[in-house]
């Protein structure tokens, strides 16, 4: 089994920048899989206010489900059972509590969390000779990852064009991307589409281990799954209201503003295909 497919979203996510990924992006990602695993549920509620038009984002905790999460999603879970059904803006109040104003601490614990599983290093770098910053880096594993995830979203690229076109050919790719079609930004439009093909052409996922709930001592990138394999037609009930984007980042812009979200190698946008508002 490939080593991008132990990863959740956000980890893949933050694979591609492992030093400067959005967290805000990080947990809207993270979100997503939550949805997709059936653990947290979402819909719309009435307009924020009385001169507003567009429906809030609701979202609550799935009952029983969740304990099926995968650590690494475990602290967006108790910011969900915090909120208990609240719309987007309560849910940015309470990241807030949980991850700081800037968000930065779930970025932290998914750093953690990695450098525990072998795939990221981490080192305390001088600074003009007087301060001293923490660095993250690839290890050699790390590297095979994210190169795997490259793969998986420069071919799931390929996906507007082809739903229609060709949907078989679609679902063969949807099977192969797996849980990395999450970071894709330019899919969301899509999910419902991709649900659909998904079902009618059902092929088997390789992304077997993508749910995975690994133990608080593990350093081992292999664990068993905490979620059955993903199937892209969850991505059915990820075909959010349109208020979603914008009321997500609308809710979060105060922390995701001076994130460093942005910079680094490819977690902003071109390798990374997700990092910024929709």
């Known amino acids: 089994m490939a080593f991008a497919d132990q990863l959740t979203p956000p980890e893949q996510f933050l694979l591609l920048n492992p030093q400067g990924a959005s967290p805000s992006e990080l947990i809207k990602i993270g979100l997503f ?19 507003s038009r567009r429906p809030t984002s609701l979202f609550d905790l799935v009952a029983g489900r969740s304990r099926d999460a995968p650590r690494a999603l475990m602290p967006l879970v108790e910011v969900m059972r915090n909120v208990g059904e609240g719309s987007t803006d309560i849910v940015a109040a309470e990241a807030r509590k949980a991850f700081g104003n800037k968000l930065l601490k779930f970025r932290e614990q998914l750093q953690d969390g990695l450098v525990k599983r072998g795939v990221l290093t ?12 923490t660095v993250h880096e690839l290890t050699p594993a790390g ?60 092929v088997e996922t390789s992304d077997s ?18 979620f059955p ?11 959010l209201p349109d208020s979603f984007s914008a009321s997500f980042d609308s809710s979060f812009s105060d922390s995701s503003s001076g994130d460093s979200g942005s910079g680094g190698d490819s977690g902003g946008g071109g390798d990374g295909g997700g990092g910024g508002g929709d």
């Open 229 to 239: 394999s993903f199937d892209a037609s969850s991505l059915s009930s990820l075909d």
């Open 33 to 51: 899989a939550l949805i997709a695993g059936g653990i947290v549920k979402v819909t719309e509620g009435p307009p924020k206010g009385i001169l």
């Open 122 to 133: 981490r080192e305390i770098k001088p600074v003009m000779f007087v301060f001293a910053r």
């Open 143 to 202: 590297t095979t990852a994210r190169d795997e995830i490259k793969r998986k979203i420069e071919s799931a690229w390929r996906l507007p064009n082809l739903l229609h076109s060709d949907p078989q050919e679609a679902a063969l790719i949807m099977a192969a991307a797996g849980t990395s079609l999450l970071l894709v930004q330019e899919l969301r439009p899509h999910y419902r589409r991709m649900g659909e093909i998904s079902k009618q052409y059902h």
């Open 209 to 226: 281990g993508s749910w995975t709930n690994t133990s608080a001592d593990s350093t081992s990138l292999f664990d068993a799954s905490a």
